[in-house]
C-alpha cells in the first residue's frame, strides 16, 4: 500500500519507495456521485504519465487490475469507492503489486484510516511518485476481501438498492419502516459475539478495523480485523 499521508496512529511504520516506473489508474467515473468524470481525472493522470483504465458497464474490474499488472505495472491505482478496493487490493496481494487510494467514492473509510485527505482526490495521485509505503492486512467474508469494514443485514439491504447510489437519504428512509418496523423480522444471521454467546438473528453485523465510537447497532455486531492490501 503506498499513500502520500501521514501513518495512521498506531499504524505500521511507513517506508519511503522511489516513484513507480509504470502506474496504472483504475477508475470507476460512477464512485462517488461521479468525483473522477468532474474532476476530469483521466486527463490529469495522462498529464502525469500515468495510465489511466475508466471502467465502463460490465466490465470486470478483477480482470481489469489483473491486466495491468501483466503489464508491467510497478503499481495500480484505484479511484473509487471502499468496495472496488477491496476486488483491486486482492489482486495486487497475490502478485506483490503496490497499490495506490485514491479517495473517489463516496465514504472513503479507508482512505480516511490511513491518514490521508478524503477531499483531495488529486492530490492522492502523488503516491505515484516518491512515497511512504505500508503493509496491512487483508480480511475477507464468505471468501470475498474487504479493506475496511463489511455489513451485513440492514445497511447492506438498503446499499444494495439500485436507487440508493443517486438517492441516499431518499433511499434509507423509504426503506427503514419495512425493514424496521412492527411487522419486520430480525435478519437470519448467525454469529458469535466477544462474549461467546451465539446468537441466530440480528438487524445488523458489522465487521470492522476497529470501534466505530458513537454508534450501536440495533442488535451487537461481530469484531474483526480488516486491511488494504500489502504492496
Known amino acids: 500500500?503506498?499513500?502520500s499521508g501521514p501513518s495512521p496512529t498506531g499504524g505500521p511504520a511507513l517506508r519511503p519507495v522511489r516513484p513507480a516506473g509504470e502506474s496504472v489508474l483504475l477508475i470507476n467515473?460512477?464512485?462517488?456521485?461521479?468525483?473522477?468524470?468532474?474532476l476530469d481525472l483521466e486527463?490529469?493522470?495522462r498529464a502525469r504519465g500515468i495510465e489511466p483504465v475508466v471502467l465502463a458497464r460490465g466490465d470486470d474490474l478483477a480482470a481489469l487490475a489483473e491486466a495491468a499488472v501483466a503489464r508491467g505495472a510497478d503499481a495500480v491505482g484505484m479511484a473509487g469507492g471502499d468496495g472496488s478496493l477491496g476486488v483491486v487490493a486482492e489482486v495486487l496481494a497475490r502478485h506483490g503489486v503496490a497499490m495506490v487510494v485514491v479517495p473517489a467514492g463516496t465514504?472513503?473509510?479507508?482512505a480516511m484510516d490511513l491518514g490521508l485527505d478524503r477531499g483531495d482526490v488529486?492530490?492522492?495521485l502523488a503516491a505515484f511518485g516518491?512515497?511512504?509505503?505500508?503493509d496491512i492486512d487483508l480480511a475477507e467474508v464468505n471468501g470475498r476481501v474487504f479493506v475496511n469494514n463489511v455489513s451485513l443485514g440492514l445497511y447492506a439491504e438498503i446499499v444494495r438498492s439500485p436507487e440508493y447510489r443517486d438517492a441516499k437519504l431518499e433511499t434509507t428512509l423509504a426503506a427503514l419502516p419495512r425493514l424496521l418496523g412492527p411487522r419486520s423480522r430480525p435478519f437470519d444471521l448467525w454469529y458469535t459475539d466477544p462474549d461467546g454467546k451465539r446468537h441466530s438473528a440480528a438487524q445488523v453485523v458489522q465487521v470492522s478495523n476497529g470501534a466505530y465510537g458513537g454508534c450501536r447497532p440495533a442488535s451487537p455486531g461481530a469484531p474483526g480485523s480488516t486491511a488494504a492490501c500489502s504492496g
Open 29 to 38: 467515473p460512477r464512485s462517488g456521485g461521479g468525483k473522477a468524470e468532474r
Open 122 to 124: 488529486v492530490g492522492a
Open 107 to 110: 465514504r472513503n473509510h479507508l
Open 1 to 3: 500500500m503506498t499513500g
Open 130 to 134: 516518491s512515497a511512504q509505503e505500508q
Open 43 to 45: 486527463a490529469v493522470c
